[in-house]
């Protein structure tokens, strides 16, 4: 059924929460994980008084780290396995996961971890599960904290 799943991933705890629920899905559907990080290209400040090449320089070396730290967490959570794929962009999250699922058309499942924020947190934050979940064009699972069982036998 599914063939490709996305995990976008922030290498946080919640990260690592959900993975059990991955590789689980990926194992069931014998399925490729894709993991992507989104890193922010702090598009909100490009606006402000700061010397552009200042930013860029900056925006660089996040880049360089991000890539340097998927490399790590596919080596310590992957290692031997030619079906996970790591991609690294920057961008807005929202939207730019879900830019990157219709240019590649084979991903069919996108698996998110929701922080678990309160209404307040999501009113004044957003939330980049519920956006996701919202415009995605594929099915979206959104795997809450403390129900990472993809079979429904969480807590």
Request: with cysteine; net charge negative.
């Amino acid at each position: 059924m599914f063939r490709n799943i996305l995990f976008p991933v922030d290498f946080s705890p919640f990260t690592e929460k959900v993975l059990p629920c991955v590789l689980d899905l990926a194992e069931r559907y014998q399925a490729r994980i894709h993991l992507l990080y989104v890193a922010d290209d702090l598009h909100h400040v490009r606006h402000l008084w700061f010397p552009i090449p200042e930013v860029q320089s900056f925006m660089d070396g996040v880049k360089e780290a991000a890539i340097e730290k998927m490399d790590g967490f596919r080596q310590s959570h992957f290692e031997g396995r030619n079906d996970v794929f790591g991609h690294v962009i920057q961008g807005d999250p929202a939207s730019d996961i879900v830019k990157f699922v219709k240019e590649h058309e084979e991903i069919d499942l996108i698996v998110l971890g929701s922080h678990g924020h309160g209404s307040l947190d999501r009113i004044i934050f957003g939330s980049v599960a519920e956006s996701v979940s919202r415009h995605s064009p594929i099915t979206v699972m959104i795997v809450k904290p403390g129900h990472e069982d993809c079979a429904g036998e969480g807590r």
